[in-house]
């Protein structure tokens, strides 16, 4: 069973990676525009979802690992 998850923990992990990728560029862009969006802090927005993307990576990391 841990064989068949092991190419799709793989996979989702990559696309994580990617993520995180984007979101690093997110953050830079928001950094450079300022406050864009009146109705909510768009840097923070970014902030709370490169943590979320961590914490999923955190968690794929563990299942490949275990």
């Not at 009146?38 to 490169?50: T, Y």
């Amino acid at each position: 069973m841990a064989e068949d998850l092991d190419p799709l923990l793989e996979r989702f992990a990559s696309t994580l990676r990617l993520a995180q990728s984007a979101l690093e560029e997110a953050r830079e862009m928001s950094e450079l525009l300022g406050d864009i969006d009146q109705r909510f802090d768009v840097r923070k927005a970014v902030d709370g979802a490169a943590r979320l993307v961590d914490n999923v990576l955190a968690s794929v990391d563990r299942a490949r690992e275990g």
